[in-house]
């Protein structure tokens, strides 16, 4: 048997190719397409995956505003921030923030998603959430996805 076929590939920066993938979230429900967003942000769908190593692709995630909530969400779901003063813990709802800043809620469902440190902001750099169907990244020629075909 020879044992020279069986190294484990481990990924780093310079052997990392990455993809642009563009996701329409029009009638997706928001935390299923933040999940499959989170997973190709992460890599985890690439077989050279390495959990230290930003090697997920850049994501475009278009008509951020047409997402849907399952149930009494739009009304029921609160955003809670704080400014950092005693007292100073305000919060709102799904429907409140979509009307203030739409993309709001697609970037926090899956910021939550991705690791809590240094290489978690590295890979939310690589999402481009926009409103509306136009987007700045036509010249990268990006890949339409089907969230379906995600498993």
């Known amino acids: 048997m ?23 979230a029009e009638n997706e429900i928001l935390g299923r397409m933040a999940s499959a967003a989170a997973k190709l942000l992460r890599g985890k769908h690439k077989p050279n995956y390495t959990p230290h190593v930003d090697c997920g692709d850049n994501v475009i995630i278009i008509n951020a505003d047409k997402i849907r909530l399952t149930g009494d969400k739009w009304d029921a779901k609160n955003y809670i921030r704080h400014s950092g003063y005693p007292g100073g813990q ?3 709802t799904a429907r409140e923030l979509m ?7 697609v970037e926090k469902a899956i910021k939550g998603m991705l690791p809590k440190n240094k290489l978690g902001a590295d ?26 075909s995600i498993r």
């Open 123 to 148: 890979l939310f750099r690589n999402l481009y959430v926009y409103a509306g169907t136009e987007h700045k990244q036509e010249a990268q020629k990006p890949k339409t996805i089907n969230l379906k």
């Open 2 to 24: 020879n044992t020279l076929s069986y190294k484990t590939v481990s990924a780093n920066a310079n052997t990392v190719t990455k993809e642009w993938v563009l996701i329409d």
């Open 90 to 92: 305000k919060s709102t």
């Open 99 to 105: 009307a203030k800043k739409p993309t709001a809620m």
